[in-house]
């Protein structure tokens, strides 16, 4: 049976030390969550961003604009956010309500204030290996194989979806930390051998059940990224958890695993910049 990796358990130690380093600062930490809409998992999720904060002694501001925001709104407030002194970080809750161009909010934030790590310069550093900030949740699951003393320096690994948010970013950093790494997606022939061929399986599709025992070999790393809900409405991962188990050497939960991770891996990165801004 596989080692449960506890993601609830390792946020909260990295936020512990991440409070303890805020408190050394000069000035404490600012992070600023933008939300636009009502989307109610938005609002949860920067609901839990402020309870993040508190619990790191960060200075926190909320900012929830109407659904009918228009570009020019919306950028005023990532300007004047962008010239804040106090504001270390800036997170514009993601998905926006449709007319909203993502990409030019995403343009329009400071590179020195991009805590999630969405801007091209950000990514840019990532790629060629000299990132400031961490992709949050890639970022979390590299924390996590760390702490399980799993190093990915010469395995296979394999992940499962490609997005700019979490597959391609998760693949840069294995590959950095000199993984062999294969990189699936919605075209990939043969997903499924790829997938039984892994050391180290990241699974980030969002298709519950897509990850079954016959896909993972023997003693490999199963790492589930995904949030899915079930027919129940239950929070679940890719991953069918009972038969993979028995068969992975570590698996993470859902939920419990990565999600919590992501969150505590924000409120680094916001460490990181106040940082940089502070000159420490
Ligand atoms: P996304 O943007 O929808 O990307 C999904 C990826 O999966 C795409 O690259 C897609 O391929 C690929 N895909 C779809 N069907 C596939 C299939 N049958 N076989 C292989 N690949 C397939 O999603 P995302 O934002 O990356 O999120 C993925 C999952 O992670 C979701 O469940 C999301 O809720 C979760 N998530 C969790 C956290 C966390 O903190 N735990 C954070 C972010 C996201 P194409 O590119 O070819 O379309």
């Given at each position: 049976m596989a080692t449960l990796i506890d993601g609830k358990k390792l946020a909260a130690k990295l936020k512990e030390t991440v409070r303890a380093e805020a408190q050394l600062l000069p000035r404490r930490p600012g992070l600023a969550v933008v939300l636009v809409g009502d989307d109610p998992a938005s609002r949860v999720y920067v609901t839990s961003k402020r309870r993040d904060c508190e619990e790191c002694g960060f200075y926190s501001e909320e900012y929830a604009l109407p659904a009918q925001t228009t570009q020019a709104e919306l950028a005023a407030l990532v300007d004047e956010l962008n010239g804040k002194?106090?504001?270390d970080g800036i997170l514009v809750q993601l998905p926006l309500p449709k007319g909203l161009d993502e990409r030019k909010v995403l343009l329009s934030i400071d590179p020195g204030k991009d805590v999630d790590c969405f801007h091209p310069h950000n990514v840019g550093q990532l790629t060629i290996g000299?990132?400031?900030?961490?992709?949050?949740t890639p970022g979390g699951v590299m924390e996590m194989l760390r702490e399980y003393e799993?190093?990915?320096?010469?395995k296979r690994c394999v992940v499962l979806g490609r997005s700019n948010i979490v597959g391609k970013p998760m693949a840069l950093l294995l590959l950095h930390a000199n993984g062999t790494v294969v990189l699936c997606h919605s075209?990939?022939?043969?997903m499924k051998a790829l997938a039984a061929s892994a050391d180290i399986l990241v699974s980030?599709?969002?298709?519950?059940?897509?990850?079954?025992?016959?896909m993972v070999k023997e003693g490999a790393v199963v790492i589930d990224v995904a949030m899915n809900r079930d027919e129940n409405g239950k929070l679940c991962g890719d991953v069918c958890f009972e038969e993979v188990a028995s068969k992975a050497s570590y698996i993470t939960p859902v939920?419990?695993?990565?999600g919590p991770m992501t969150r505590a891996m924000l409120m680094k990165n916001t460490l990181t910049a106040a940082k940089l801004h502070q000159g420490v």
């Open positions: 002194g106090h504001i000299t990132p400031v900030f961490q992709p949050c799993i190093d990915p320096e010469g075209k990939t022939p043969d980030a599709v969002g298709r519950t059940g897509l990850v079954t025992a016959d939920p419990g695993g990565v």
